[in-house]
């Protein structure tokens, strides 16, 4: 590591691991992700766009099951074709009687579960944030059956997700009005992920010299004491922060201990963080102005740590529901959320940019690590939604849904897949956990039809 | 006709007065017995007369306290009292509060994922820091072993921190920490543990309120070390200093006078002005940087930003501690704090480096609401916003919260265009009677200050038009015209409503959470009380800290 900045390469795999000071925990995962095995999808990896994609009609692919193109907002995906499964506006998502205000709809797309009753009170402050989703999103569903054992259970990345801090405006939910709040610093997510190479002073390495454990068993014995003391809702709170204390116990027991060599791979820390020292730079990474560069940052780490077997599910939240931010980059002067309602043409752009910079970047980055006989993207179930369909009517009928990788040899892809009717979206969430093997026909508290059979899971 | 449509939503903005008279009904039954408020385990809520109000209300009027988890403003702050960190070690690290109606309180939001480490990595940064200071740090007495003073301060620093004494097992694994690493290495190592750990800890973290049985069924009453703790919170944003922490060892925070002597000492010190900052930013909903269009406004950028925020921290702060504190001032004061970045917004001369207290002309500006920070907040990128600014006045001045917008197609208010004011945009989307039922609401008193522009700087003319500003105030207490924001702030400053609307504001910053009925009923009539004495800030801080609803609360 003579650069902080530079290539991190590694031949050996294990070594890099424990250079990085977390890979240990990793070590009883390796072999099946070394082994040759196409049998089940090893990960997954979620993007999430806000506030609509424009105009519909510019969206969804032409064409027929086998033979189709891209659309307009959809174009850089042209390349990717065959490792895509295209759908068309035929998910319908519409909770509470059509259309619906942001936060809830961010909550329902990947929890299929209902929002939370507003709070009691007739403030706008409060109840304009909205309220939050009563169930598990589908990825940490997932993430509790393959993330078990990594040193990161899941990851929630954002870029210009500001407003996922408020009550509602979180995609991504541990349990029932649970959210969990996307990272927004990139700089955070590195050191977490990446410690030894973390470069500020403090972050990190404190935990790490020895006396990590003995610290993590005062707190968790504190906050046992405390439980016992106060209501259940508190309670409650006080056990997912006991989790978050064993979790972090966990990953620092198995930092010393010692791995034997293996065969090589692609497990390197990203090569072109942005610069940290610059304070200018620091402060300007603002979705304004930066979101391409601060996307494809999240996403550099996002596929090293998946490389590295640090963690196997990954939720990306690019921009923010209700985003107040005006993507100057592209010349929009207006706040994003002003767009999605008085400018089809800009969202579609806007949509169009977060597609090729974002999630064809991630694929493009999945492709160029191989693993067995395929790469990465083939052994990982890949998915881009947003939280509306026509972002100006609030509405999550027509939701966008493109599913991409071989999810381990699970997914043929390539294709353009009709139902020739609308299906609930939850029928999509029920056969995404099928497909990493869960016996389930439903999820959510959304009626569902059950799997989509054009998937064969 | 929209007319029904107006209805609907002037009554349910209404709603929430309605809701503030729930429980104020009994009133005079309660026992108005001398007000000796002993702490003997008698004291009621009502019984002690505290402010001099009583609400009967039913068992299940009271709220149980939600436990807060420190913000991380006051985490920095508590550090500082603590150790005299002066860095912002959490505010750069930990996620953003979660706030409620506004005020952060981490009621809800748990820490979960990656949270505990993120809390280590800030304990460990600061205890490296401490320790760089450790004889200032640990204030050993003279001829004391290492160990002897390193367990010494350990339990005078949890006294603090936790605001109250640790227990003897919590001080047996902080202690052991301590020797085991000043022995693996050194003293200095040893004392840096303890201190990491103590500020990872629940009790340190986290503020439980769960008081002491009332002889009134599901009314529990706070401990001395509780009412200690919210007192320093509310009026430090603080952990409390060990004078506070022994008037509640003795028994003198079970009174009302007890209390009322701390606030008042408590508002002397220094430590008041980060609550008056706190509040007064939080209240104005001032955080993150509102973006602004290049073109339209060149010349604002970051630094123009924070000083406008600063400049709003101080008008409170001023209007507060140097003047009266009444609504007039605070409403109406022709001042503003202005710096070199602020020069060009406000348009005066700055001669001096920092911030000088500047008169404005009282016929154009006046007041918080009128504050550049303020008026470029509610704002677009490009304009003005009348919309977001009447909604503000509606709803955090006068506790009158419209509806959010209908959610199925919005109908865009037309673009900004260099022949229509925004007067004459907004009455053309309020031709739809579906946005003309709330626009009409809260519109007009959003254009009473399109004197100013999206950056707050005063305007004479909109793209060389005529600005008509004037317009009826109306569903207040306080209803009549208004020529401009000047008029409009002059008549809200004499409004129960608002004052009212204030009081509540202060109390849920205070206590974290939404006012239950009972609170509501105590609220509502401490204000009563002081309309015709003169309603004073400063007044209201000292009231709401002695008032039943911030020294009892709901049974677990």
Known sequence: MSNRYGAINFADRRAFL???????????????????????????????????????????????????????????????????????????????????????????????????????????????????????????????LIGKGTAFESLALGCGSQSANQLGGSIVYRGSKDPIVAELNVFNTFDRLFPAGAMSGGTGKGLRDGDGAKLMDAVSKS???????????????????????????????????????????????????????????????????????????????????????????????????????????????????????KNADGMSKYTAYTIEHGFAYLLKKMKSIPEGNGTMLDNSAVVWSNEFGDGNAHSMASLPIIAAGGAGGKWKTGRYIRFGRRRRHVDFLVSLCRTFGMDVTKFGQDPTAGPIAELGV | MPSHRFRTCALLASAFALVSDVGCTGGTSGSQDSGDGQGDGSDVPGAAGSDGQVCEVPDDGWAVAPMRRLTAAEYDYAVADLLGETRHVAADTLDADEAISGFAANTQVTVGGGDAEKLANVARAVAEDAV??????????????????????????????????????????????????????????????????????????????????????????????????????????????????????????????????HAERMMKDPRFDRTLQSFALQWLGLGNEPQKDDIAYPAFNTEVWRSAKSSVAQFFSYVVKETDGSLENLFTSPVVFADQQLATTYGMTVKANGFEKTATDPKRRGGVFMQAAVLANLAGTEESSPVKRGVFVRSKLLCQSPPPPPANG?????????????????????????????????????????????????????????????????ESDVDGPFADGVELMSRLQGSQVVAECLTTQFYRFAVGRLESPADACVLKRLTASMMGQGYSVREVFTKVATSDAFRFVGRI
């Open chain 2, 132 to 261: 760089t200071r450790l004889n200032e740090v640990l204030k050993c007495a003279s001829g004391q072993s290492n160990e002897a003073c390193a367990l010494s301060f350990i339990e005078r620093f949890t006294r603090r921190a936790y605001r109250r004494k640790a227990t003897s097992d919590e001080l047996g694994i902080l202690n052991q920490l301590y020797k085991d690493k000043a022995a693996a290495t050194d003293h200095t190592q040893g004392v840096r543990l303890a201190i990491e750990a103590v500020l990872q800890q629940a009790p340190f973290l986290y503020r439980p309120i769960i008081g002491a049985k009332t002889p009134k069924d599901g009314v529990n009453k706070l401990t001395g070390e509780e009412l200690a703790s919210r007192m320093s919170f509310f009026f430090w944003s603080s952990v409390p200093d060990d004078e506070l922490l022994d008037a509640a060892d003795d028994g003198q925070l079970d009174t009302v006078e007890g209390l009322k002597s």
């Open chain 2, 410 to 474: 919005v109908a865009a208010i037309a673009p900004a265009s260099p022949d229509k004011t925004q007067r004459q945009r907004l009455e053309e989307h309020r031709k739809n009677p579906t946005c003309a039922a709330c626009h009409a609401f809260f519109d007009p008193l959003g254009l009473a200050f399109e004197h100013f522009d999206g950056v707050g700087a005063y305007r004479e003319k909109e793209h060389g038009l005529a600005i008509d500003s004037s317009g009826d105030l109306t």
């Open chain 1, 18 to 144: 424990r250079a990085m000071g977390v890979g240990a925990a990793a070590a009883p995962f390796i072999p099946l992700l070394e082994a040759q095995a196409a049998t089940a999808p090893q990960r997954l990896v979620i993007m999430v766009g806000s506030n609509g994609v424009g105009r519909l009609d510019q969206f969804f692919p032409k064409g027929d099951t086998n033979n189709f193109t891209m659309n307009a907002t959809t174009q850089s995906l042209e390349p990717y074709k065959k490792d895509l499964i295209c759908f068309g506006n035929e998910f319908d998502g519409r909770i509470m009687g059509g259309a619906i205000p942001h936060p809830e709809a961010a909550g329902n797309l990947l929890t299929a579960s209902a929002p939370d009753s507003p709070p009691p009170d007739k403030d706008a402050d409060t109840r304009n944030k909205g309220t939050r989703a009563t169930g598990p999103s589908v990825d940490q569903v997932i993430a509790k």
């Open chain 1, 223 to 341: 906050l046992t004491s405390l439980k016992g003391r106060v209501g259940a809702e508190d309670s409650r709170r006080l056990d997912a922060h006991l989790e978050s204390v064993s979790a972090l116990k966990a990953r620092l027991e198995t930092i010393s201990q010692p791995s034997g060599g293996g065969a090589g791979g692609a497990c390197a820390a990203p090569s072109a963080m942005p610069p940290r020292n610059n304070t200018a730079v620091f402060q300007s990474l603002l979705p304004a102005k930066y979101l391409k560069e601060i996307m494809q940052t999240n996403v550099d780490m996002a596929v090293a740590a998946m490389a590295c077997d640090l963690t196997r599910v990954v939720v990306f939240q690019v921009g923010a529901t209700t985003a107040l931010w005006p993507p100057v980059f592209m010349g929009l002067r207006e706040q994003l959320h002003d767009v999605s309602h």
